[in-house]
């Protein structure tokens, strides 16, 4: 009996430590002119800590603490891409007094990442449509002293439907502890049959490329891919061919060799479906999977066209019950905003509700951004990249 009423308390205390989480407005005031609100718990701040950019996308620490980021530009052009150093970060702002431009004219960057080898040798990765490329990376430089990268995997750039390139143009870069790298490849279509088996997969390999494999299929559009404690996680983008109110969009520690069954099978609501509904681009059902039976379930989903992108966690030592124990995953948004799905920055628990930690991006038809990236700074604070209107965010706990 004691047993018993001991597990209702941890229970009880569980569910009001994780109680629904309350916003209230903040005030934005741009550079530009512009103003609105974002919607926060009041015992936080946003400050936006930079401005100006394009589309600015994912970060990455280097091996002397600066931060990186990169912008694609926009989706007219995709050959004006960069890569960007945040320097001169000024704490009683909250913003950076300095935006080096460090790489420029690059095709859809939308990942980089570093890696230090056995011998001591620091390296800079960076993804393009095309191909993955490494060079030598040197502390404190501003632009690079390697001018010579060395392309360590190539990559298919067209699709149907899309004039510059082809659907999901974006590749992504996560390295785990014992030096793997790993790149996700997304489909060049909604739902098909593909031709070259490298696209709707994440790819393991060596830090000099070798050694390249398959570590997981079937995941149509991995855009956020990030190793956290003993796995690979990744948000994936469902098919748009199936309604407004699925498929889900799921979020999953990876496991080497699954199968996530894009494009024959979807999930709904956490339920695994075979689809057998035909899209625009095929006159029937892809048939790459014969059963959805192997298909793992995903460890937390959004909703469908909500768009997950990038993300990171809040472990135990985190202070403040708010965040502890929990992702915060960005939800980019629905291309048509008249759906009005996502446009947020969620909280994510297995097994728990979602909760919105950041609102305010859509208000009516009118779009004030589209959050893309998360990275923890420290347990009090963290930095978000908005696409939409080149900004990046320092989120922090008021002190």
């Known amino acids: 009996m004691k047993n018993k009423l001991l597990f209702a308390f941890i229970l009880l205390f569980s569910f009001s430590a994780f109680a629904q989480v309350k916003l209230t407005p903040h005030k934005i005031s741009l550079k530009n002119g512009k103003s609105f609100n974002l919607n926060l718990p009041a015992d936080y701040e946003i400050i936006p800590a930079v401005e100006g950019l394009k589309r600015v996308r994912f970060f990455a620490k280097s091996p002397d603490g600066r931060i990186f980021v990169t912008d694609m530009y926009n989706l007219t052009d995709n050959e004006r891409g960069a890569v960007y150093i945040l320097d001169e970060f000024d704490a009683k702002s909250g913003k950076f007094g300095k935006v080096i431009p460090y790489l420029t004219n ?24 095309d191909h993955l490329t490494r060079r030598k990376f040197t502390k404190g430089e501003e632009k690079p002293t390697d001018t010579k990268p ?10 149907l439907s899309y004039k510059y390139g082809g659907w999901h143009l974006t590749r992504t870069i996560a390295f785990a502890p014992n030096g793997k790298l790993y790149v996700s490849v997304g489909s060049s279509c909604n739902a098909c049959d593909e031709k070259e088996k490298v696209r709707a997969t994440v790819l393991e ?8 494999k398959f570590y997981a299929q079937g995941l149509r559009n991995a855009v956020g891919l990030k190793w956290i404690g003993k796995s690979l996680w990744a948000t994936n983008q469902g098919s748009d061919h199936l309604g407004l109110n699925k498929p889900d969009e799921t979020f999953y520690a990876l496991k080497s060799g699954a199968d996530y069954g894009w494009a024959s099978c979807y999930q709904s609501n956490g339920r695994i479906y075979f689809d057998r509904t035909p899209p625009n681009e095929l006159k029937k059902p892809t048939n790459r999977l014969k059963s959805c039976a192997n298909v793992p379930k995903s460890y937390a989903f959004f909703p469908a066209h909500s768009s997950a992108m990038g993300f990171d966690y809040f472990d135990a030592t985190y202070a403040d019950a708010t965040l502890k124990d929990s992702f915060l995953v960005s939800l980019h948004g629905s291309t048509d ?28 038809k009118t779009v004030h951004g589209r959050p893309c990236d998360i990275m923890k700074l420290d347990e009090n604070s963290f930095l978000l990249t908005d696409d939409h209107s080149g900004i990046v965010y320092l989120i922090r706990k008021k002190s």
């Not at 060395?150 to 699709?159: H, L, R, S, V």
């Open 106 to 129: 690059l095709k859809n960057p939308n990942s980089v990442q570093f890696y230090t080898d056995a011998k001591g040798q620091d390296w800079l990765y960076l993804a393009e449509t």
């Open 150 to 159: 060395q392309i360590i995997a190539t990559f298919p750039d067209y699709g």
């Open 205 to 212: 390999m060596n830090p000099d490329g070798s050694g390249q």
């Open 337 to 364: 905003k008249d759906l009005a799905k996502g446009y947020r920055v969620v909280i994510v628990r297995k097994g728990a509700k979602l909760q919105d930690f950041i609102s305010g991006f859509l208000q009516g």
